[in-house]
């Protein structure tokens, strides 16, 4: 009696909550919170622009090479046109022979609007957070991720017609996962020097002598 009510007062919790996302379409990786802040930069962005911009968090696990346009089609009937709609699949296999995981897509319902976004910046606005190697729990980089992606598809079309939001999240990430690479990159070239091209030189030098 006690699970039965508690169950009813949580649904009646969560019932409004989801009745108001509008804007995503599927739900198997969200926390409320993040849902919450996707509702609100897609209601911000379907209010001063006209398009709607959709997500689909799945935890799926799509085989090499699926298709994700034909899998979007059985949502279409829930989707205003224009409309775009991103896709994130974290367990998504991208290729068998290197068992990498994670897909994110794009699908714009017009040619036109793949003009008004930048799918690199959209998709590395997610990627990015996942790949980078911290304490963050996984489940927590896919909520980062998902929103930061999100947010960087919105600014992307609302920057395309002129338009400043004020609810999107600016991306931090980039710029720091930028210098990372930077010193990895350095450190990788400092490791082959020490290690693989200077006691080839030196070998040189004394063949020389």
């Known amino acids: 009696m006690n699970k039965a009510i508690v169950r009813f007062a949580l649904l009646a919790l969560l019932l409004p909550i989801l009745l108001q996302a509008n804007h995503i379409l599927r739900n198997d990786l969200l926390k409320l919170h993040v849902v ?19 997500v689909i968090a799945t935890n799926e696990h799509f085989p090499e090479r699926f298709n994700l346009v034909e ?3 059985q949502y279409e ?8 709609l991103l896709i994130f699949a974290p367990f998504a296999t991208v290729t068998q022979k290197s068992g990498a995981r994670g897909r994110i897509g794009i699908i714009p319902s017009l040619t036109d609007l793949k003009k008004m976004y ?8 997610g990627v990015d957070v996942i790949a980078t190697k911290d304490s963050n729990k996984f489940e927590d980089k896919v909520n980062i991720g998902v929103l930061q ?13 002129g338009i400043k939001l004020t609810k ?3 991306n931090e ?13 350095i450190g990788t070239i400092f490791i ?11 070998k040189v030098r004394n063949g020389r002598e």
């Open 149 to 161: 992606a999100y947010s960087e598809l919105a600014d992307n079309l609302a920057q395309a017609k």
């Open 192 to 202: 082959l020097w020490m290690f693989i091209f200077r006691p080839l030189l030196n």
């Open 168 to 170: 999107t999240i600016p």
């Open 77 to 84: 009937a829930n989707m205003s046109k224009p409309y775009v």
């Open 118 to 125: 930048d799918y690199d910046a959209v998709r590395d606005a």
């Open 173 to 185: 990430v980039q710029p720091v996962v930028r210098v990372l690479k930077i010193i990895v990159y």
């Open 71 to 73: 899998y979007s089609k």
């Open 36 to 54: 919450n802040l996707i509702e609100d930069m897609g209601n911000e962005l379907e209010t001063k622009t006209g398009i709607h911009a959709y």
